[in-house]
């Protein structure tokens, strides 16, 4: 659980933290969410720890701090830290071609549209392990209603269900590489199933089952005990239920943990969005990050990884979006505070998931915010940012 420091203490405000809860407590009392938990720490110290709402509203179970989430794609800056762990050890670099880990991959190719036409184009340049850390691939993803790459991925990879649970990660590497790729490889940003690819390779490299390899290698040194590809009958009733819109504009339970696909054991888990995880644990992990790579005497990255992980990776002026977002390994990285429309500082880095979730790491001011909650699709509700903004109007030192 969270032992929580006095604000002042650590150069925030309690009064002004207090602004908070009645803001977030608006979208459950207004009915457009079921319930969430928000966690702020700053210089290593919990602050803030509120669990509001229902987890799961039509068994009666109201939210708790210690609440178990899906994370979807929170999972990607796990998985990244994972494959810098074996960059540590010599066994990867990131300039390997992906072929030499999945030799599927070795004649990818690359659908080109003129003048109307589609056709397909030979690789200019190997898939390496940078260009899927930093989804600069070219390979697709599922969630793009007008892509006909994202059609193919809708049709060939099962997510986040029993055939999902059931394929093997050799199949579905092969399913991946059956896919053309939106761009040549390095030429552009794209969100991507790329850390999918990832728990491959860790796999492959190190060994080890890709869910053993984080067992081992980050949960247990982190006591991240939580935090799993699988909810256990005795987690059960901690796991929060996944909302979405109901056609009459109200909340419908759209997985009920009480027979959720999370109870399954996957063969291939899903680097990209398959975790859950609970909000003293997903702040372990971002203060070992903010910590540089260690916390509580376990060190897992070394200083100049993790300094290096959290860098711009994209090239020329790119950015991922209108916000003056760059993108790093796992994670974006604020690198023009002034287009993202919230508070916060150049460096920060962060992520979140399709259910919402929400996580920051803001180095200048050694700064975390997490924002839990179950509520499909994203990106609905402002309550991330609203929130952010919050927790830097409270900042007094």
């Known amino acids: 659980m969270i032992t929580l420091t006095a604000p002042e203490q650590v150069g925030l405000s309690s009064g002004r933290l207090e602004r908070i809860e009645p803001v977030l407590q608006r979208y459950i009392n207004d009915k457009k969410l079921a319930g969430m938990v928000a966690l702020i720490a700053r210089r290593g110290q919990p602050v803030y720890c509120k669990s509001l709402g229902y987890a799961h509203r039509e068994a009666g179970l109201l939210m708790q701090p210690d609440t178990i989430f899906r994370i979807y794609s929170m999972s990607k800056p796990i998985t990244s830290v994972a494959v810098m762990m074996l960059v540590e050890e010599g066994l990867l670099r990131l300039d390997s071609p992906l072929y030499e880990f999945a030799p599927c991959f070795k004649d990818c190719q690359v659908l080109v549209s003129q003048n109307g036409q589609n056709h397909l ?31 193919l991925f809708r049709q060939r990879i099962p997510r986040h269900n029993a055939a999902a649970a059931a394929i093997s990660f050799e199949d579905l590497m092969r399913a991946i590489a059956s896919i053309p790729l939106v761009y040549q490889p390095g030429e552009s940003w794209r969100y991507s199933i790329a850390s999918d690819v990832l728990g491959y390779v860790v796999e492959t490299v190190s060994g080890q089952a890709f869910g053993a390899f984080l067992q081992e290698r ?64 997903y702040f372990r992990f971002c203060q070992m990050l903010l910590n540089k790579g260690e916390l509580h005497g376990q060190r897992l990255l070394s200083r100049k990884t993790v300094e290096y992980m959290t860098l711009n990776h994209l090239p020329g002026g790119l950015r991922i979006d209108e916000e003056g977002q760059g993108f790093g390994l796992g994670f974006s990285v604020l690198v023009e505070p002034v287009l993202s429309s919230t508070l916060g500082s150049a460096g920060t880095y962060r992520w979140g998931g399709a259910a919402n979730t929400r996580f920051w790491v803001d180095p200048q001011e050694e700064l975390i915010g997490l924002l839990m909650l179950q509520y499909m699709p994203n990106g609905v509700y402002p309550v991330d940012k609203t929130f ?6 409270a900042i007094i030192d």
């Open 121 to 151: 184009e030979p690789l200019k340049r190997d898939i390496h392990i940078h260009h899927l850390l930093t989804h600069t691939s070219g390979l697709g993803y599922n969630y793009d209603p007008l892509s006909y790459i994202d059609g």
């Open 218 to 281: 980050i949960f247990e040194p982190l006591g991240m005990t939580d935090t799993a590809f699988t909810i256990t009958p005795e987690k059960v009733r901690r796991f929060a239920a996944n909302y979405g819109p109901a056609e009459d504009g109200s909340l419908k339970v759209i997985d009920d943990p009480f027979n959720s696909v999370y109870s399954l054991v996957p063969k291939a888990p899903s680097g990209s969005g398959g975790l859950i995880s609970s909000a003293p644990d």
């Open 388 to 393: 952010q903004n919050l927790v830097y109007q």
